[in-house]
């Protein structure tokens, strides 16, 4: 605790996923909503998702987008995956193909799966595809390390 009261973010939002753990949705909102404001973009996430359903806050779908977008500016894969669905709901498919390369291009495997899809409905390039699917694996390959592998191991036990 000593260093969430000395305004850490990553410790503050580590505090929010406790609370949200043990379903204090309304603690856990507010340590989101501190460590957000220090400019943690995992805190942004899990906002969004807050606002988007009411959880611990009250449904705001501008306070949604807003933290979604945060996430996603900040570099946070999943949430750029989400924008990319809000954009294909709302009918913007060319910002939901933009979207997903760069999410693709972070490493997440739902974008690179939905961009697939969309370049079988003729809504990407083959050029496009091509590099998005060079980027994933640049991504991917860039996360491998024997520690990681490690720690996998360590987990499957």
Sequence with gaps: MRRVEAN?????????????????????????????????ISAHFDLSGMYREGEGVEKD???????????AIGGHPNARHNLAIFEWKSGRT???????????NMGNDESLESLKKCYGMGLVSKEKISAALRGHQAAVDAMKSPHRDKAKAALRI
């Design 61 to 71: 779908e501008k306070k949604h987008l807003h933290h979604l977008e945060q996430a």
């Design 8 to 40: 850490d973010p990553a410790a503050t939002y580590q505090a929010g996923v406790i609370c949200s753990k043990e379903g204090d949705y309304k603690g856990a909102a507010a340590y989101f909503t501190k460590a957000a404001g220090s400019g943690d």
């Design 94 to 104: 060319e910002r939901t193909v933009k979207h997903f390369i760069i999410a693709a």
